[in-house]
């Protein structure tokens, strides 16, 4: 079965660090760039960034909002995609998704996991 | 950052009805290769969001065909030909055109 599935998340303090696992399942993971999406508690959608594919050298992308205290890595051997997050804040709170980019020229996210939720509070 | 706005917020619509959904970018989502990264996403209450459309009017794998997508530049528009039950929930249009990515604020589809 094609899926994401996400874990990792959980209750963290402010200014503490979590990281966050996706692991791909049938479908050629180390072809993809793959993003992070995040959905605060009754909102929309928030873009938080992209890790490129080895072809591309594994280089990312971030939001202004994130930049400078998240990080994005992958393992192609084992497909999993991580997301390293320090410094958390309140307004980091989301359910965070994992997603697939299509193939080049597509700009698109067609694949998503269902998400976990990163609650930061004291 | 190219801002995404959707109308409208709600949609009240009447099964078997048609739902006609707005957004507009803040400047032109045209890439340097040509294409517009313009696609829509359908989320159910409780689920990750759901690929409808990409490049404005292409209907992604097992999308039925009464979901279609239009526009050019900076509008676009996402129509429904019959609503049925299965399509409430919120809509989204995003632009991958440009970094960072942008989502507009979602458009809530609810049967009257």
């Given amino acids: 079965e094609v899926q994401l599935v996400e874990s990792g998340g959980g209750l963290v303090q402010p200014g503490g660090s979590l990281r966050l ?102 | 950052d190219i801002v995404m706005t959707q109308t409208p917020l709600s949609s009240p619509v009447t099964l078997g009805q048609p739902a006609s959904l707005s957004c507009r970018s803040s400047q032109s989502l045209v890439h340097s290769d040509g294409n517009t990264y313009l696609s829509w996403l359908h989320q159910r209450p409780g689920q990750p969001p759901r690929l409808l459309i990409y490049k404005i009017s292409n209907r992604f794998s097992g999308v039925p065909d009464r979901f279609s997508g239009s526009g050019a530049g900076t509008d ?7 609503v049925e039950s299965e399509d409430v929930g919120v809509y989204y249009c995003m632009q991958g055109s440009q970094f960072p990515l942008t989502f507009g604020q979602g458009t809530k589809l609810e049967i009257k």
């Fill in chain 1, 21 to 122: 696992s996706c692991v791909a399942s049938g479908f050629t993971f180390s072809d993809h760039y793959m993003d992070w999406v995040r959905q605060a508690p009754g909102k929309g959608l928030e873009w938080v960034g992209r890790t490129r594919n080895k072809a591309n050298s594994y280089t990312t992308e971030f939001a202004a909002s994130v930049k400078g205290r998240f990080t994005t890595s992958r393992d192609d051997s084992t497909n999993s995609l991580y997301l390293q997050m320090n410094g958390l804040k309140p307004e980091d709170t989301a359910v965070y998704f994992c997603a697939r980019k299509g193939g080049p020229r597509t700009g698109y996210l067609d694949l998503w996991g269902r998400g976990t939720l990163v609650t930061v509070a004291s």
């Fill in chain 2, 76 to 82: 676009f528009t996402l129509k429904i030909s019959r």
